[in-house]
């Protein structure tokens, strides 16, 4: 994850939580099972844009599958080396070595061996996704099949990868004959409960368990480099605590 393109500077609250509890809007999405979300048997493949974007959109819904032994492919975009500009303790080279070891503890929390999971760093740019999507559209397309379930970050995010991994995994479900499903992310900071702008006909609710819920919470505090701030620039922590409030309630908001 790295800070929203959304106008609001980043380290603003954000739309606080309780907002968002009280609204008309979303007390209506419907729930959809896991069955519904990812019959049995159906392969899930997630694209996160950035490592822990994963476990923030998703995470609840990972584990499900983990504990279901479902089919699993996860596609990382970029290796996130962009999270902390002009760090000293946290410079790009470090970072991507860093942060891949939490994505691997990460996903262990939430139920999968990563020795044998099927997992595909592609390497791009971390804040230039938009300039490859040709390339991004191949390697999506090479990892897809007719009927996977592709779950993307939101083509509306608000941040420049999210919004560009969005677009192309419309794209490549529609080549590929896969079902979308769009997750939203940094949404839950910048729009309003009542908000027009977000496809409030097509969302879902997917309710979490007690176990789903705890395996999220921790595999999402091995992501350390986001929930520390930077003591060479000052900077607050990727992941505050309003943000992580509004990731981790008690189901996960799929645009189906």
């Not at 609250?13 to 979300?37: F, M, N």
């Not at 902390?84 to 503890?105: D, F, I, Y």
Request: glycine content about 8%; aromatic content about 6%.
């Amino acid at each position: 994850m790295t800070a929203p393109d959304t106008g609001d500077p980043f380290g603003l609250a954000g739309t606080p939580l309780e907002k968002w509890q009280a609204s008309e809007h979303l007390q209506h999405v419907a729930p959809i099972s896991l069955d519904e979300l990812v019959p049995a048997g159906t392969r899930l493949v997630v694209a996160a844009p950035h490592p822990d974007d994963e476990v923030l959109a998703c995470g609840g819904l990972l584990a499900a599958m983990a504990s279901r032994h479902d089919e699993v492919t996860l596609l990382s975009v970029t290796d996130g080396d962009g999270s902390h500009p002009g760090s000293s303790v946290w410079p790009p080279a470090r970072l991507r070595h860093e942060r891949h070891l939490e994505s691997t503890r990460a996903l262990t929390r939430l139920g999968f061996d990563t020795r044998v999971l099927d997992w595909h760093p592609l390497g791009l740019p971390d804040g230039q996704v938009a300039t490859f999507e040709d390339e991004l559209l191949g390697q999506l397309c090479r990892h897809l099949g007719r009927g996977d379930r592709l779950l993307s970050t939101w083509r509306y995010d608000g941040h420049c990868d999210h919004e560009a991994l969005g677009k192309v995994a419309a794209e490549a479900a529609r080549i590929s004959g896969a079902v979308l499903l769009e997750a939203p992310v940094w949404a839950w900071h910048w729009a309003e409960p009542q908000d027009p702008r977000l496809p409030w006909a097509r969302a879902r609710k997917f309710m979490l368990s007690e176990q789903a819920q705890g395996r999220k919470r921790q595999a999402i505090a091995e992501h350390v480099t986001q929930l520390l701030p930077d003591a060479s620039t000052r900077a607050a922590p990727v992941l505050n605590e309003q943000t992580l409030a509004r990731l981790l309630q008690p189901f996960e908001l799929v645009f189906v």
